[in-house]
Nanobody, 124 residues
């Protein structure tokens, strides 16, 4: 059974940092591109960041570029999102996703497996 389980969310103040984790199991995720998406209250789910299967290519939404860093640990089968200088507009449920392809995409429809999400709340 394929599972993606996010953790690391919480309530922080503006300017602080959080690191999200996504533990993957049930398949060989080292061959998959992976990504983070987020959904704020009343808004559509949006792309945050992606990473190719070999970690050579990383992409970020303009809104998080320079503040967030995506990475993966192949030995632990875990995806990370380091979030620094958090802003109230980063408040959302954050989801990790994997794609049965080595190439990452921006569109959520391109991803095959999803986690349940973890809440990030940034107070001003």
């Amino acid at each position: 059974q394929v599972q993606l389980v996010e953790s690391g969310g919480g309530l922080v103040q503006a300017g602080e940092s959080l690191r999200l984790s996504c533990a993957a199991s049930g398949r060989t995720f080292s061959n998959d591109a992976m990504a983070w998406f987020r959904q704020a209250p009343g808004k559509e789910r949006e792309f945050v960041s992606s990473i190719s299967a070999n970690s050579a290519l990383k992409n970020y939404a303009d809104s998080v570029k320079g503040r967030f860093t995506i990475s993966r640990d192949y030995a632990k089968n875990t995806l990370y999102l380091q979030m620094n200088s958090l802003k109230p507009e980063d408040t959302a449920v954050y989801y990790c996703a994997s794609r049965i392809s080595r190439v990452a995409k921006y569109q959520e429809s391109e991803y095959d497996y999803w986690g349940q999400g973890t809440q990030v709340t940034v107070s001003s």
